[in-house]
């Protein structure tokens, strides 16, 4: 059965701080791994990584993939307290009759105090 | 992008009753997904709605209490039947456009079933 884990499940810290979250995964097929952020309802889309080692930077945010290993960091730097919000790891698998299904992680709750 | 939207946006429904969610896409896409996020928990993949043909459900959901309908390729909707409170959740429509990187989500429709 195909698993996306992440972890931590909560992160507390203060504005300033760097975190790191972390999504691990089993799948057959693996094709890409996306990071979203949740804030209210709707998960808007930060990244999405297929090699191995390829830093994906945007802004304070970074992630990288490692498919040996099997897993994926998020890394935002500086934080904000926009930054608070639930975290969302997926892993889009190859499939013949649905191109595009991914498989989220439990996600990682993010809430950066002032 | 794609911009979606959903109706309604929220919903406090009478168990044993049904409700209809729609999902409007503002321009022609190759899938259409649903997933459902229970409280406090994470994405999951309800079914593919597939234009012109009965949906690909994900193991745990039947079409008797899913229906899903997607007449063209803007637009499809999802039925919760026979409404229980276990049924409370968020119900996103998703979209994936053959060469973009990401999968849109919707605004989502927060149901609530006493």
């Known amino acids: 059965e195909d698993k996306v884990v992440q972890s931590p499940l909560s992160l507390v810290v203060h504005e300033g701080d760097t975190v790191t979250l972390n999504c691990s995964y089993e799948?057959?097929?693996?094709?890409?791994l996306l990071w979203y952020k949740q804030e209210k309802k709707a998960p808007t889309f930060l990244f999405m990584l297929t090699s191995s080692g390829i830093e994906k930077k945007s802004g304070r945010l970074s992630s990288i993939l490692d498919k040996k290993e099997l897993f994926s960091i998020l890394n935002i730097t500086a934080t904000q307290t926009g930054d608070s919000a639930v975290y969302l790891c997926?892993?889009?698998?190859?499939?013949?009759?649905?191109?595009?299904?991914?498989?989220f992680g439990g996600g990682t709750r993010l809430m950066v105090k002032p | 992008s794609a911009v979606i939207s959903q109706k309604p946006s929220r919903d406090i429904c009478q168990r044993g009753t049904s409700l209809t969610i729609q999902c409007q896409v503002d321009s022609q896409v190759t899938m259409m997904f649903w997933y459902r996020q229970q409280p406090g928990q994470s994405l999951t993949l309800i079914a593919t709605a597939n234009q012109g043909s009965e949906a690909t459900y994900e193991s745990g959901f039947v079409i008797d209490k899913f229906p899903i309908s997607r007449p063209n390729l803007t637009f499809s909707t999802l039925t919760v039947s026979n409404m229980s409170p276990e049924d409370s959740s968020i119900y996103l429509c998703s979209v994936y456009r053959t060469g973009d990187v990401e999968q849109y989500f919707g605004p989502g429709t927060r149901l609530t079933v006493t």
């Open positions: 799948v057959t097929n693996f094709r890409s």
């Open positions: 997926a892993v889009n698998k190859r499939s013949d009759n649905a191109g595009n299904m991914l498989t």
